[in-house]
């Protein structure tokens, strides 16, 4: 089962827009974390979140955490044509805080 | 500082055959992943160890799926007989400690069932 659920499943945008894009999660978590998977290639990490957190931001990345509603959002501002590909949220439940559950992901087309 | 190492990239097998991947983490990282990835959906969580030990299989087909990790370091993970829905990829992760920060993927192995 998916922890996970991001939202909007594929978003196309003009470079230089920004991109957002949302996680909602079922369990109490200890922390969440933003991953990148480039077509073919392995994940790379982007940024973590912890629960007592409410923003984070990493260069052109912000990172929202509402645990009330067990939400996340990525934003990423002045898209390039380098941050096409797909975007997951990824979460500990609370209760098993070393498993770390995958949502399904939002596919990110920039356009040139 | 040397990634996550996996082997083969790609395989390619007939259905009721069997296959093996590879895993070599970072150094010293004490938790190994395995995730499966359906083309378009998300990594699903197989087995997870912690040193040798198993912290989780909860998710892993064991009638087909096995894994290890002898010493602590290396892992392989075997699928006997494959089935067509067996097609994937097989992502290996590592981190320094459970429950703690980032996972480090490899590159993935493509699995292709015919």
């Known amino acids: 089962s998916q922890q996970g659920e991001e939202d909007p499943q594929a978003l196309s945008i003009q470079e230089g827009e920004n991109a957002t894009m949302n996680c909602s999660y079922k369990?109490?978590?200890?922390?969440l974390q933003w991953y990148r998977q480039n077509s073919g290639r392995g994940l790379v990490h982007l940024i973590l979140i912890r629960s007592n957190e409410r923003e984070k931001h990493s260069g052109r990345l912000r990172v929202t955490l509402d645990t009330s509603k067990k939400s996340s959002s990525l934003l990423i501002t002045a898209s390039r044509a380098a941050d096409t590909a797909s975007y997951f949220c990824?979460?500990?439940?609370?209760?098993?805080?070393?498993?770390?559950?995958f949502g399904s992901g939002t596919r990110l087309s920039i356009r040139p | 500082e040397a990634g996550v190492a996996q082997s083969p990239r790609y395989k390619i097998i007939e259905k009721r055959q069997s296959v093996a991947f590879w895993c070599n983490p970072i150094?010293?990282?004490?938790?190994l992943y395995w995730y499966q990835q359906i083309l378009g959906q998300g990594p699903k969580l197989l087995i997870q160890?912690?040193?040798?030990?198993?912290?989780?299989d909860s998710q892993l087909p064991k009638d087909r799926f096995s894994a290890e990790r002898l010493k602590g370091v290396d892992s392989t993970l075997k699928i006997q007989p494959a089935k067509l829905e067996d097609s994937a990829v097989y992502l290996c992760?590592?981190?320094?400690?459970?429950?703690?920060?980032?996972?480090?993927f490899g590159e993935g192995s493509r699995l292709t069932v015919l």
């Open positions: 369990t109490s978590i200890n922390n």
């Open positions: 160890f912690q040193n040798n030990g198993v912290v989780d």
């Open positions: 990824a979460t500990d439940a609370y209760s098993s805080a070393s498993k770390i559950i």
């Open positions: 150094s010293g990282h004490a938790t």
């Open positions: 992760a590592s981190s320094p400690q459970q429950g703690v920060g980032e996972l480090f």
